[in-house]
């Protein structure tokens, strides 16, 4: 199986910086080294970067970089199938999302189901507050003075930004497409994943626009952020309510060509389906996932009398049409 992987801005700058070197009047290796050389000089190759879209992008690539690397690999088409149905009515978004910046890689062949999709995708998920803060240690390296921190009017204080980037098939080398959203926006989507009312919420949260902003212009441009919207969603969900069928290593029968990027040192985790009887495969499918987050006290005496309220979510139903599974209850880890 091949996997399509995120498309690293950082990357491709890194790359062009190299032709151009001697021009610039640097000696940039390859790999991080180089990497770490270039960004201090960021501001003096383009004064204006930071005022652009690409600024935020590579910010939180860089915060990848500089944590765990974490890159997911869906080991079975009909668990991404699965998180484009998921639904929950998440009562409590506060204890649900969690500080995090990861990959999630999509089976080449899966990508016609999610819209126009043509690459990984890259999360990252913080609190607003603490997320200004990495946006402004970023400029600070690059040598830029970050002033302030452009928000919409639904990224109030306190609130959990939620953003993901991607390339489209009809997007340009090295041109990357982006949503941000906030924990209060994404539970809503999640509480009703339709279309229609996912367009209704993005024109009413008010996107942040910046120079050179690249703006949504056709309905299969939008339709692909909201398959990816649905698609991380869906994984968060999966994720805490099935942390047992996440293991650390890549995904069997990988291909031998599967390439990374030049700047990539990763921890791998498979996320594997449920597991079934042995009857057959024949018409096999995971039938819309249902969860539920616990929010009663009772939920959270015993074993989970130090879990946050809230945090425990429950997979009621996973209807595993052809085969036979068993119900999940299992706490966030």
């Not at 004064?47 to 079975?76: A, C, G």
């Not at 229609?196 to 626009?209: A, D």
């Not at 398959?227 to 047992?244: D, Q």
Request: aromatic letters at 12%; charged letters at 30%.
């Amino acid at each position: 199986m091949r996997y399509a992987l995120y498309n690293f801005c950082l990357d491709y700058i890194h790359k062009d910086a190299r032709k151009y070197q001697k021009e610039l009047g640097l000696k940039l290796e390859k790999g991080h080294k180089g990497l770490e050389k270039l960004i201090p000089n960021l501001h003096w190759i383009s004064p204006n970067f930071s005022e652009t879209m690409d600024f935020l992008i590579v910010s939180e690539e860089y915060l990848w970089l500089q944590n765990q690397r974490k890159s997911y690999y869906p080991e079975d088409h009909s668990v991404i199938k699965s998180w484009l149905n998921s639904q929950i009515d998440i009562k409590d978004p506060s204890s649900f999302y969690e500080n995090e910046t990861f990959t999630l890689n999509i089976p080449v062949d899966l990508l016609n189901d999610i819209g126009e999709l043509g690459s990984g995708v890259l999360v990252t998920i913080y609190n607003i507050d603490e997320k200004e803060n990495v946006v402004k240690a970023f400029g600070k390296k690059a040598g830029f003075y970050i002033r302030g921190f452009e928000r919409s009017k639904t990224m109030k204080e306190g609130t959990t930004s939620i953003s993901a980037n991607y390339t489209t098939r009809s997007d340009g080398k090295g041109v990357t497409s982006r949503v941000t959203i906030t924990d209060n926006v994404m539970s809503e989507i999640i509480r009703d994943p339709d279309f229609e009312n996912y367009k209704r919420i993005i024109s009413e949260h008010n996107e942040m626009k910046f120079r050179d902003y690249i703006e949504i212009e056709t309905e299969a441009e939008l339709y692909t952020q909201f398959c990816v919207v649905k698609m991380i969603a869906g994984f968060l969900l999966y994720r805490k309510a099935m942390p047992h069928l996440i293991h650390e290593g890549l995904p069997s029968g990988l291909r031998k060509n599967f390439e990374t990027p030049t700047i990539d040192r990763r921890s791998h985790y498979v996320i594997k389906r449920p597991e079934a009887s042995e009857a057959s495969d024949r018409d096999y499918h995971i039938r819309r996932s249902h969860y539920r987050q616990l929010t009663h006290p009772r939920y959270y005496k015993g074993d989970y009398q130090n879990k946050v309220v809230g945090s425990r979510i429950v997979l009621v139903s996973a209807s595993m049409v052809g085969r036979k599974t068993t119900d999940y209850t299992v706490s966030n880890q």
